[in-house]
């Protein structure tokens, strides 16, 4: 029987206070803790911030399956075999009213990025973690791991280690797939169906509209905020012929971590753990670009762990596993 327990937490965010998309600032955070309410344990312990993939939060991780361990089980069951240290892990809500914030700041969504740090210091206070960057991971999957990678880089002096499943990378690559997508459904609905789809995702989508066509919106809301706007940001391309917009282009290529190596080497080479994988079939060609990047990290002599396996890039939470073990032998350390 585990000791473990799942505490959701309500946490009001001054970063979020004001967003531009109107989305709630009191964000429900589930935490797991390695041991129960009635113990009052004498240890502290490492932490881990679990980061979802777009159109998705926090508490969709404790989602209850016939077939699957949600995450709360598969740490228990790991914790209990011995396979890993007991950790605490946290689980943010960075979902926004068009699906995600790629952990960024953003004038279009607002200051995600910022919420997250700002979590980390409400959690430290609120629990017994061990409050330092050496015993403080972050670990997600696709947008998830793209938020992991980019806000190790961005703060090494908050985080020291990083897992990052099948994370956005590759944007030339990945993104303008998506491209002619949108443009399908801009010649159906039309700048007034686009008006209708950043006010109503879900209503839109009920109505069959392309899921990617809202992620290409939320993309640019993320990659090219513009206040001036009427969107508040800017899309890469022109909405009749799909030509690239090379400016604004240029504007998501600066937030392509592939891009950003040779920029961040003394933060990279500071981390204790830099962990990828992906699929040998990620139907987003996630593969594509994680081969890039663990090319730059060597090119740079940066020490990383890198695994392509055979999957896709659904139905990989098993992956888990292996970067979970990673993490509690490299936090041990």
Avoid at 203 to 208: E, I, P, V
């Amino acid at each position: 029987m585990a000791n473990s327990q799942i505490i959701i937490k309500e946490f009001d965010s001054k970063a979020l206070a004001g967003n531009p998309l109107g989305d709630p600032h009191l964000r429900r955070v589930p935490v797991y803790l390695p041991y129960s309410a009635d113990q009052k344990p004498a240890r502290r312990y490492p932490v881990i911030y679990l980061l979802t993939a777009f159109a998705a939060r926090g508490l969709k991780l404790l989602n209850d399956s016939l077939w699957e361990e949600n995450f709360p089980e598969r740490m228990d069951r790991l914790i209990a075999s011995g396979e890993i240290e007991p950790m605490i892990v946290v689980m943010p809500d960075a979902s926004t009213r068009y699906g995600g914030s790629q952990y960024l700041d953003s004038s279009a969504t607002g200051n995600y990025m910022s919420h997250i740090l700002e979590l980390v210091e409400q959690i430290d206070g609120k629990f017994p973690t061990i409050a330092a960057r050496e015993q403080r991971a972050l670990l997600g999957h696709s947008s998830g791991g793209y938020g992991a990678l980019r806000l190790g880089i961005s703060h090494p002096d908050t985080f020291g280690l990083v897992a990052a499943h099948a994370p956005d990378l590759n944007f030339d690559l990945v993104y303008r797939q998506d491209i002619p997508k949108f443009l399908r459904f801009y010649d159906k609905f039309g700048e007034q169906g686009f008006s209708e789809l950043l006010a109503d995702p879900a209503g839109m989508l009920a109505k069959g509209v392309s899921f990617y066509a809202l992620a290409m919106a939320a993309m640019a809301s993320c990659y090219s905020p513009n206040p001036d706007s009427p969107w508040g940001f800017d899309l890469p391309f022109d909405s009749f012929t799909g030509e690239l917009k090379q400016e604004v282009w240029a504007r998501w290529l600066a937030h392509d971590p592939i891009n950003l190596v040779a920029d961040h080497l003394e933060a990279l080479c500071s981390l204790k753990l830099l962990y990828l994988d992906c699929g040998l079939f990620d139907e987003e060609n996630l593969l594509y670009g994680a081969r890039i990047f663990t090319q730059r990290l060597i090119e740079h002599q940066i020490p990383h762990f890198f695994e392509a396996f055979e999957g896709g890039h659904r139905n990989t939470a098993f992956r888990y596993d292996v970067s979970l073990k990673m993490i509690s032998e490299k936090l041990g350390n």
